[in-house]
């Protein structure tokens, strides 16, 4: 199994960015994904979550209405949209594959002016 994560960088409040995860060494389409983070001295936290299909997702109460998790099976690929951030946004993100128990190397999220 491998998820390899891009995408993260410096952002103005306000801004948007998008991350993706690229997964393989299992068949990705038949699986949940989860997005996490974890901010300096903070706990990792779940931000959303996305069925195999792509028919359900869930998103922690502080990213709702801003970001936006979704896959594409045919590229082994999800993705989270993220728009409106916030300082408060700033972490590292990590693509995560419960079935597996197996987490990406995370990207850097930095929301600051």
């Known amino acids: 199994v491998q998820l390899v994560e891009s995408g993260g960088g410096l952002v103005q409040p306000g801004g948007s960015l998008r991350l993706s995860c690229a997964a393989s060494?299992?068949?990705?389409?038949?699986?949940?994904m989860s997005w996490y983070r974890q901010a300096p001295g903070k706990e990792r936290e779940l931000v959303a979550t996305?069925?195999?299909?792509?028919?359900?997702?869930n998103y922690a109460d502080s990213v709702k209405g801003r970001f936006t998790i979704s896959r594409d099976n045919n590229k082994n690929t999800v993705y989270l949209q993220m728009n409106s951030l916030k300082p408060e946004d700033t972490a590292v993100y990590y693509c995560?594959?419960?079935?597996?128990?197996?987490w990406g190397q995370g990207t850097q999220v930095t929301v600051s002016s």
């Open positions: 060494g299992f068949t990705f389409r038949r699986y949940g």
């Open positions: 995560y594959a419960a079935y597996w128990d197996y």
């Open positions: 996305i069925t195999s299909a792509g028919g359900s997702t």
